[in-house]
């Protein structure tokens, strides 16, 4: 019975202390997310400025240096591409297929997942003008804090475990103390009634 009681309060606390990281994390992870998701948005939108201009550094946050870059479509339909450099932008097809993605919906920002992009719309004195920046190293970042975050909850429920054994020890002393008085009065009754 002390047993049940003692591994029911081990579990109680190692299950309050695993929510209680995976809310952390996942709290962590999520607002990590946006912010890099909102800093790229505006690192984008201080390109599409003036597009054909180097950015410079007090107009691009300085924690996102995404590669990254524009499609220009005129009002008969003709792409311009401007390349930061780390992109060929010789396949049309794909050019325009992205193009068409970007322009589909009513949202000025979104995403690309199958090709890694994240767009940003703008439209100036009649140019359309499309930001797409590479979120590759974004993904690589966030999957690289959802490992460390997994290691980090490893850890900290085997220190919870260990914790949990020794608060149940303590919480059951009391317990066992009265069941061996118990015990003992069962005894000394039972002998004087022989």
């Known amino acids: 019975m002390l047993k049940k009681l003692r591994l029911k309060i081990i579990l109680a606390i190692v299950l309050v202390a695993a929510v209680m990281l995976c809310a952390i994390l996942g709290l962590f992870y999520t607002l990590t997310k946006q912010n890099l998701r909102t800093q790229s948005i505006s690192?984008?939108?201080?390109?599409?400025?003036?597009?054909?201009?180097?950015?410079?550094?007090?107009?691009?946050p300085q924690q996102v240096r995404l590669p990254y870059f524009v499609l220009q479509m005129d009002k008969y339909g003709m792409i311009t591409a401007i390349n930061?450099?780390?992109?060929?932008?010789?396949?049309?097809?794909?050019?325009?297929?992205?193009?068409?993605?970007?322009?589909?919906?009513s949202e000025t920002t979104g995403e690309i997942p199958e090709y890694n992009l994240r767009f940003c719309r703008v439209t100036a004195s009649g140019v359309q003008s499309v930001i797409?920046?590479?979120?590759?190293?974004e993904r690589q970042t966030l999957r690289s804090l959802a490992r460390t975050g997994a290691g980090i909850g490893a850890v900290s429920l085997l220190a919870f475990f260990g914790l949990a054994l020794l608060l149940a020890r303590w919480a059951i002393r009391p317990v066992e103390a009265a069941w061996e008085q118990q015990k003992q009065f069962v005894a000394d009754a039972s002998h004087e009634l022989k």
């Open 132 to 137: 797409f920046a590479d979120t590759t190293s």
């Open 43 to 60: 690192m984008m939108q201080a390109i599409a400025a003036d597009p054909f201009a180097p950015v410079q550094p007090e107009r691009e």
């Open 84 to 105: 930061s450099g780390s992109f060929d932008l010789s396949d049309h097809a794909f050019l325009e297929r992205i193009a068409q993605t970007a322009l589909a919906g």
